[in-house]
């Protein structure tokens, strides 16, 4: 937790990241966040299991969310996940992974989804690979694109 609200704590002011990554795209964006923030602790949210194990943010805490888009929106999963997470004074960063075609509306919906239970303090849209890409037999675009 920060030591006092709202303030930076040096080069590791994220206190926790929780992710939800099937195609592994936010866990490697996590992972590299804790390379560079090494006090930060990862909390994966992408099993049923690991959802019930991972903590909830405490207040106070900046709390980083990296969420995948899937048909233009956050997944419900996730969504529900910041439902039932208290009020109170906790800061968000938001980091949605899309499949380099369109971020939809997920950092949207997650700022929505937290309304009353802290504040956004910053959110960014991270292209990545397109999931369908990594099917065999799905055609594939030029690499001179």
């Known amino acids: 937790m920060a030591e006092e609200a709202g303030a930076a704590t040096g080069p590791t002011v994220a ?28 909390h994966d949210l992408t099993t049923p299991a690991a959802r019930s194990a ?8 900046l709390c980083t969310l990296i969420v995948p888009v899937y048909a233009n929106g956050a ?6 996940w910041l439902e039932r997470v208290p009020a109170g004074t906790k800061r968000w ?4 992974t899309y499949g380099s075609v369109n971020r939809g509306q997920a950092l949207e919906e997650c700022a ?9 303090v910053g959110a ?22």
């Open 93 to 96: 960063v938001f980091i949605a």
């Open 112 to 120: 929505r989804a937290v309304r009353g239970k802290g504040t956004v």
């Open 15 to 42: 206190e926790g990241i929780w992710y939800f990554s099937p195609t592994g795209t936010g866990r490697a964006v996590a992972e590299g966040l804790q390379k560079r923030f090494p006090n930060v602790v990862l």
């Open 54 to 61: 991972a903590p909830e943010p405490a207040e106070g805490d």
């Open 75 to 80: 997944p419900e999963l996730v969504l529900d």
């Open 124 to 145: 960014a849209a991270l292209p990545g690979p397109h999931w369908y890409g990594s099917i065999r037999g799905i055609p594939r675009a030029p690499t001179s694109w």
